[in-house]
């Protein structure tokens, strides 16, 4: 694997001719969270029908330093709403969004986004048709998503943007569909399952619609195993009305020095877009929605009524509005150091909140601490910083290299070092894979059509199949009858003839261009399974940034 190739990609790894030893230096990290300040608690309780918004997609770090680099960009959690107080010692949710994992094979400079469905306090996690936690033996989520897009493929390593995104808006939202009936049993049990599909929607550049849903027996299963859930997971819940937005970060890589000159730290190449004036939007239109706003109509449509478009109206949603504060939680440490010790990064210094309306917020930068790349489109983070004393605490200050002493040994760091990222290659790039036995739900009764690949901007390659809707993986072991997936499927064909992906769905942006998907993704149906059918990815490997197998 040659080193030109990953910096092709945007990975861009570097080498250094001086590197400090691991040694001289304590691990260190920076983490922690940014808040975006609303009114608490000001979205009525009637708008549980899904959310919608807009957030800005781009590369968090300049260079991608491996996979212990872990970072979600502005996003929420969508949880159950309840009457009253929530049921105790339950955490269930939908969350994931745009970002990096450390369990991404396949990285990039720019994020990907991910979907994900999180059952009852994390026994089962969902990511994406043929991807989530457990085995193909024991699967724990592998089969939890299943896939509505006819025109989209959703590979195992999450939906790949086109590369040079930097600061463009990818909207996206969730919404329940009635593709199911209430069913009276799970798993053969008097246990009653719900029949929300909770299914994203996107509005990207070249690509707008539904695209999958979490299949209401990813939620309810685990009621069988734990009967004081029944009734209180999303298979049947509407969603809170009131929702977090936050960026949360786990891990960017920093470096600490103590030295008789003082404290030290170095953060890895932090940026954030920026336009000429200064400003980053990082979120535009955080909606709430009614359920009349696209459940009950389709509801109507699925019983005989008439079609729907799929269009969601703001007259059916809750626009959240923002606050003019920064509120950021990010921390920069070595390893081991007591919480209450952790110095905090000097946010309320480096930017102020930008609101170009009430329901779009975002960022202007200090000029004199943060920089603008010398492109004028993207503002860079202080690298170094000065442990100070505070009040009664301890902070960070940010500084100039040249008020750094090199005996620090802070500028000779390398977070990009080849020797870190190559010996983890084999994990890095291993393939996600499907069953190949031809018992298993991919094989019996099997697709309609393929293979067929497509080739990725992140160097992977999809391998997919076309198979009849009601037949793919996911609903197969959705403990669905065959006569309730052949309802599914009449749904989903009245569906697919309507809700094409040309269509607007989402209300658009009030400030900002959406981002692009990665077109290699966007699919076209053969003629002769052009109503019924959908692409399901079976594999997904690593082939190098010249395409071909």
Not at 218 to 227: D, E, G, I, T
Not at 265 to 290: C, I, M, W
Not at 314 to 329: A, D, E, P, Q, Y
Request: aromatic share 14%.
């Amino acid at each position: 694997m040659k080193s030109m190739a990953l910096v092709a990609s945007g990975i861009a790894l570097a080498l250094s001719a001086s590197t400090v030893p691991a040694a001289t230096l304590p691990r260190s990290q920076a983490n922690g969270y940014m808040i975006v300040p609303k009114k608490f608690h000001q979205v009525p309780r009637i708008y549980d029908g899904g959310f919608s918004m807009y957030t800005a997609a781009w590369p968090l770090l300049l260079r991608y330093p491996g996979n212990q680099f872990q970072s979600g960009l502005f996003g929420t959690w969508m949880a159950a709403q309840y009457k009253g107080r929530p049921p105790q010692h339950l955490y269930s949710d939908i969350e994931g969004g745009l970002g990096w994992w450390r369990g991404t094979r396949f990285p990039t400079a720019a994020p990907k986004f991910r979907l994900g469905g999180v059952a009852y306090n994390f026994h089962a996690i969902a990511n994406a048709p043929g991807n989530g936690s457990g085995t193909w033996s024991h699967p724990r989520g592998l089969y939890g998503i299943a896939q509505l897009s006819p025109w989209l493929l959703f590979p195992p390593d999450g939906l790949t943007l086109k590369p040079g995104v930097n600061g463009q808006l990818f909207g996206y939202g969730y919404f329940p569909l009635p593709l199911t009936d209430p069913q009276a049993t799970t798993d053969g049990k008097k246990i009653p399952m719900g029949n929300h599909c909770w299914t994203l929607f996107l509005n990207t550049h070249n690509f707008k619609g539904p695209v999958c849903f979490v299949t209401p027996y990813f939620w309810n299963s685990q009621a069988v195993r734990h009967p004081r859930l029944i009734g209180k997971l999303l298979d049947s819940r509407w969603s809170r009305a009131n929702k977090a937005f936050q960026m949360e970060t786990q891990y960017l890589p920093a470096a600490v020095s103590r030295t008789k000159a003082g404290t030290y730290a170095r953060l890895g190449q932090v940026s954030f877009p920026a336009d000429r004036n200064g400003h980053s939007v990082v979120l535009n239109e955080l909606t709430s929605y009614k359920r009349s706003a696209l459940w009950g109509p389709v509801e109507a449509w699925f019983h005989g009524g008439p079609p729907v478009s799929g269009r969601l109206s703001l007259k059916k949603g809750f626009v959240v509005k923002f606050n003019r504060n920064v509120w950021s939680t990010w921390k920069l440490y070595a390893d081991h150091t007591p919480k209450a010790q952790q110095p905090s990064l000097p946010w309320p210094m480096l930017a102020k909140a930008f609101l170009a309306t009430p329901t779009s917020y975002g960022f202007t930068w200090n000029p004199g601490l943060v920089h603008d790349g010398n492109d004028g489109f993207r503002a860079l983070l202080p690298r170094y910083y000065r442990l100070v004393h505070v009040g009664r605490r301890y902070a960070w200050q940010a500084v100039r290299s040249s008020e750094v002493p090199d005996s620090t040994g802070l500028k000779q760091v390398n977070f990009y070092p080849l020797r870190k990222f190559y010996p983890r290659f084999g994990q890095l790039l291993k393939p996600y894979t499907t069953p190949r036995n031809r018992d298993s739900a991919y094989w019996h009764p099997g697709p309609a059509a393929g293979p067929f690949y497509a080739h990725l901007s992140d160097g992977s390659e999809l391998t997919y199949y076309w198979y009849r809707f009601e037949d793919q993986p996911a609903l197969l072991h959705a403990d669905l009858s065959q006569a309730e997936r052949n309802k599914m499927q009449k749904r989903f064909d009245l569906i697919e003839r309507v809700w094409t992906k040309n269509k607007q769905y989402l209300p658009p942006p009030t400030r900002g261009s959406l981002a692009y998907l990665d077109p290699a993704q966007i699919v076209t149906p053969p003629r002769r399974l052009a109503i019924g059918y959908v692409p399901i990815v079976v594999r997904q490997q690593w082939v190098g940034f010249q395409g071909g197998k």
